[in-house]
């Protein structure tokens, strides 16, 4: 067995070692630390694909010159 693998079923049987309520914190905690890594890395995928097209496709940005300009609701 190789050494992350051994570090890998050492937490596992010391989690198990935990109540039960303290186990699911332990998995709760790590599911949304592994979604927000997961948004990350699609986030960052993203970005990377559209780039291209919104450095060069000036119907991408267009309203961006507006973007300080002062907006008044009607009512």
Do not use: C, G, H
Request: hydrophobic content about 35%; charged content about 35%; proline content about 1%.
């Amino acid at each position: 067995m190789n050494q992350k693998a051994m570090k890998t079923q050492e937490l596992i049987l010391e989690i198990q070692k935990l109540p039960v309520q303290k186990q699911l914190y332990v998995i709760e905690r790590s599911m949304r630390f592994l979604r927000k890594q997961e948004d990350n890395i699609l986030m960052k995928n993203a970005v990377s694909e559209l780039y291209e097209d919104y450095k060069t496709d000036k119907e991408l940005t267009a309203f961006t010159e507006i973007d300080f300009d002062n907006f008044y609701e009607t009512r």
